[in-house]
Structure formats: structure tokens, C-alpha cells
């Protein structure tokens, strides 16, 4: 079976767009695929973060991960600081990856903002600890959001420098991005050329998967959107990127496609539209929501969980990364 990794930051509650993006495709892969989902806690302390809340944050993550229907018997469900190996084998890539490759990503363009000199070194290089969680697996199929396909393919530069330096040549695979469905890029409700992001200061700018159905229909009602009814076709949305975008959510979370939302909603105001998109969002996000309660009642058993997912994923990495490290060269432990 083909091996699949992906990964989420314990940065804060997970949106909609991780939930479009990404976690709902994970749920399928878990039963024709190898699937080892992590909440990657070294990744979101790459930003500014509280160290009195990311312990719970990391556990609440992991519990909307299994209420979104990961099943940490199908699956191998983890946090990452549990496994040394991705830690170990990032430090190698640190001293493969160029700094002209990391010159390049947006995603540090980005969240270092205006004052690039007073960002963590972390978030410099955390394309190449995303390279290590993917590679200490040697998995080859990696569902994220349409973000992230500028570090995969940084990913498989690093694979192949190692390989080839070290002469290892077919040690590290190569590996595939895997977006999916017509909302792998959720824009944000305040800019339609921002994507949505847990860590955007403004709660407004996104639907978080615990919101309650008032606070859903307050943060569609007062999304931004253009003056003009909604156009009849797909092709009319073109210019329009917060239409496009509603269109979009109202597509994925109603298993349509943008011509089928027009088909239905098209010549309709933002108004009644809206109102609409509300509805199907809290029908469809309260029954995860309740099972997220539920599962948060037992912290021990999410802890457990998570500690036998740990286990499982080490008795993958370990013997990868050890191996990694005797082609480096290091005198063996
Ligand atoms: P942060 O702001 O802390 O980076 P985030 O919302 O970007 O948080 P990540 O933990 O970085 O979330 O990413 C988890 C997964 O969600 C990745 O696969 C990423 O591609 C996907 N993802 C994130 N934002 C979106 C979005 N707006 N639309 C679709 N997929 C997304
Ligand atoms: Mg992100």
C-alpha cells in the first residue's frame, strides 16, 4: 500500500479551510492507503505561540481531527515532538537545503511580515522539517491544501540533493502533492486574496469548526462580497474572489461543483444566498462539533490515543532516519 503522511500546526482551532483543504480528504486515504496523520507541534512554535495553552491545543487538535473522522485505528494519529526522528532527520535537511531555495518560499514572505529580521529562525526553515515529517515515512502521497505545494516541491529538491551528494541514489522517494476538490484554497471572509489561516489575528476572517451556528451566520452575513447578484455561470466568477469563494465552500460542503451551486443559486442576491450557505455550513459542521465535545470529555483517552500513535510511527521513522544518518556518515550509536 502506497504510504500517505500529511500534518496539521496546534496553532490554533482548525478552520474550515483545513477542514475543505485538507482533513476531509485525509478520512478516505485512511482505507486504501498507509495513512499517518501528525498535529505538528514543532511546526507551530515557529510563531509567536503560548506555552501555557499549546498542550491543550495539541490535544483539542488531535480530538477534531478523529471527530472530523480520523480513526486512530485506521490511521497512525501522533504528535510530532513524541517522535524524535523528525526532529533528527530536519537537522540533516538544515544542512542539505540551499538558502537560495528557502529565499524563495512565499509562506515565509508571508507570516515574517514587514519585519523579516525579527522572525524565528524555526520559520526559516520549516519547509525542511516538513520535508523530514514526510521523508522519515519515505511516504510518497501528501493531501494538503493548494499552499503548501511550493514546500513539496521543495521537499523533493532536498530529497534528491540527498540522494545524489551522499550517494544514495533511490534512498528518498519522490513525492506527490495530493489537492484535492473545489476548495483546496478557502480564501479568507475579509479578503478574497488572503487565504483563510487559523493563526489570521482576526476571528472574523475565518469560520472556525467549533463555531456555533450564531457566530456562523454572523461571519457569512458580514463576509466581504461585491454589489452584483451571484452570475449564472462559473465563468462569470472569474474577477469576483469572494464570490468565487462562497461559491466554492457552498460546492465542497454540498458535494456540488461551482455550476452546480449557480445552477441553483445563480441571479440570487448575496443576501438570500448567504443565508443559504449559513445553513448548510452549521447542518453540516454540528454533528463533528458534538463529537468533538464528547471526545474532549476524555482527555486521558485522546492522550492515550495519541501515545500509541507514537509508538507506531516511531517503529516506522527510527530505522529510516538511523539509516539516514549512517549514510551521512555519523559514528553508529
Ligand atoms: P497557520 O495560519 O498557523 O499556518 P493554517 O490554517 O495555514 O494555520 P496549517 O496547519 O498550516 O493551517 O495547515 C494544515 C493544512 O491545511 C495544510 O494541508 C494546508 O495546506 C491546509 N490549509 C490551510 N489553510 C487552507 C485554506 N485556506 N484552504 C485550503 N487548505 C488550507
Ligand atoms: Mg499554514
Redesign the pocket.
Known sequence: MQRVF????P??I??L??Y????RNWVPLQDTHDAIYCV?DL??IT?PFDPKTLATQTREMAAALIACGLDPKRCILFVQSHVHAHARLAWIFNCVARLGWLNRMT?FKD?AGKDREAASSGLYVYPNLMAADILAYKAVLV??????KQHLELANDIAEKFNHDFGAEGFFPRIEPLIQGV?????SLRDGTK??????PSDQSRINLTDDADAIALKIRRARTDPEPLPEAAAGLEARAEARNLVGILAAISGTTPEGVLREHGGKGFGAFKEVLAEALVAHLSPIQAEMRRLLDDPAAVDAALRHGAEQAAAIADPIVTEAERIVGFLPR
Open positions: 500529511s500534518g496539521i500546526q496553532s490554533g482548525p478552520t479551510g483545513n475543505l483543504g485538507a482533513i505538528v511546526h507551530a510563531q509562506q507570516k493531501p494538503v491544501g493548494d499552499d503548501q476548495a483546496a484554497r478557502v480564501m487565504k483563510m489561516s487559523k493563526s489570521d
